[in-house]
């Protein structure tokens, strides 16, 4: 029985990636500084610890040998000092951690704020990293770090750069409904999404079957501007489109509130880097995990993806 230990399991992706993982017969634990799926995880026989990581002491005895470690530490919104300790410093502790387990696999989630503003060309594997956020920053410097342990001495260090990720349980369609979501900038920009139940079988894939050492991008087949996605789930959920704001004043804005949050020490609720990820263009191919590691996707475009959302809403009404 293959075992995985998912640091970040009571996330969005987290969370997913554990319910995948269980149904397939792995053996599952993990550690999450917070509780939110912990109810839910603890039903299907996961073992879930409270721990930082970003304070090595709580990370004693933390791998067994066999282990496929994901570290899926949600980082995106948070103050800068929480996505450094989410990232490369988490990630560091995690690894020193480790040191002396005989792991099977370490897959890092990062995201596409390494690509900085993006391209309207389509982006791979072998794009080149301009960040240009602080959350590219640390991701690139992750990813650098992860990378370069394992040329030292073969570390199964594994990349899984993924799209926006989605799916019923994101806030989506009750953000959309409460006319809580707004798009900046008209939402022209291409971005490539991943749904989340996708992304937790691309990084099972990568974990079991891809190379150490190698970066794979999760996205679906189809990418599109963020307007066009919720225009189409608005219209099937029944609701209004989101309104638009100006690109340059909703930058504007957040800045002004970062340097708010600095003061008062509170957190921002859209940071610098959210801004730079839905506004950025990223046109992705996923075509390295379809050769390579023979994943087929269930939800292909947004158009199954959203069917995704609304069949959940039914069941819930």
Avoid: C
């Avoid at 998912?6 to 997913?16: D, E, L, M």
């Avoid at 001495?153 to 959309?176: M, N, Q």
């Avoid at 609701?239 to 008062?264: A, D, I």
């Amino acid at each position: 029985m293959p075992s995985g230990l998912i640091i970040g399991i009571t996330g969005f992706t987290g969370s997913a990636l554990a319910r995948r993982l269980v149904a397939a017969g792995w053996d599952v634990r993990g550690i999450d500084e917070h509780e939110d799926a912990a109810p839910e995880l603890d039903e299907l026989g996961v073992t879930i610890e409270l721990a930082d990581v970003g304070d090595p002491g709580e990370l004693e005895d933390l791998g067994r040998d066999g282990d496929h470690v994901f570290y899926v530490m949600r980082s995106v919104s948070d103050t800068e000092d929480d996505m450094e300790r989410r990232t490369i410093r988490g990630v560091m502790n995690v690894v020193e951690a480790l040191h002396g387990t005989d792991i099977a696999s370490f897959v890092y989630g990062s995201t596409m704020a390494v690509y900085g503003p993006g391209s309207p060309d389509t982006l791979t594997e072998e794009s080149p990293l301009q960040p240009n956020t602080v959350l590219g920053r640390f991701n690139v410097e992750t990813e650098h770090y992860l990378l370069e342990q394992h040329d030292a001495d073969g570390f199964p260090a594994r990349i899984v750069r993924a799209g926006t990720v989605y799916g019923p349980g994101g806030g989506t369609l009750e953000s959309l409904r409460g006319g809580n979501l707004r798009l900046i900038g008209g939402g022209k920009n291409p971005t490539s999404r991943i749904h989340v139940e996708d992304a937790a079988a691309i990084m099972e894939a990568v974990a079991s079957h891809g190379r150490s050492g190698e970066v794979y991008l999760a996205v679906d087949d189809d990418p599109a501007p963020t307007g066009e996605y919720l225009s189409y789930l608005a219209a099937q959920a029944g609701s209004r489109p989101p309104r638009s704001s100006p690109k340059l004043l909703v930058q504007g804005l957040v800045k002004l509130h970062e340097g708010f949050t600095r003061v008062t020490r509170t957190r921002a609720s859209i940071s610098s880097s959210l801004f730079g990820l839905v506004t950025g263009s990223y046109p992705a191919s996923n075509a390295k995990v379809r050769t390579e590691l023979g994943v087929e996707l269930r939800y292909p475009t947004y158009v199954e993806g959203a069917a995704s959302l609304l069949e959940l809403d039914v069941h819930e009404d």
